[in-house]
């Protein structure tokens, strides 16, 4: 196993698209997206199954090894959270490399 970090980004789904471009272009080493999860926050409920994604949220990890580049990722992301809503977490984790 490898120590990396976690990056989880809760975001509306309609920004999903953009957040995946985004974290293209700040060079992330991939990521999973999930999509239609529900939960409550600061902007109230947020469920999976409503009949359109506009009041839905999706979650995004990432994995990283670089601190350097998990530091560009935070920083770029930032600015589409304070814009939209959401929450970006960063924690210690392992990666079972295969």
Not at 17 to 34: K, V
Not at 50 to 62: A, P, S
Not at 70 to 94: P, Q
Request: charged letters at 30%; one cysteine or more; proline letters at 4%.
């Amino acid at each position: 196993m490898k120590p990396c970090k976690r990056i989880e980004i809760v975001i509306e789904q309609p920004l999903a698209r953009r957040l995946a471009d985004r974290l293209d272009e700040l060079g992330a080493p991939g990521y999973t997206m999930i999509p239609n999860t529900s939960g409550r926050g600061d902007r109230g409920l947020r469920r999976g199954d409503e009949l359109t994604d506009t009041f839905t949220n999706c979650v995004f990890i990432v994995a990283c090894d670089d601190e350097a580049t998990v530091a560009r990722i935070v920083e770029g992301v930032r600015a589409l959270i304070a814009r939209s809503g959401g929450v970006c977490l960063v924690s210690d984790s392992m990666w079972v490399r295969h």
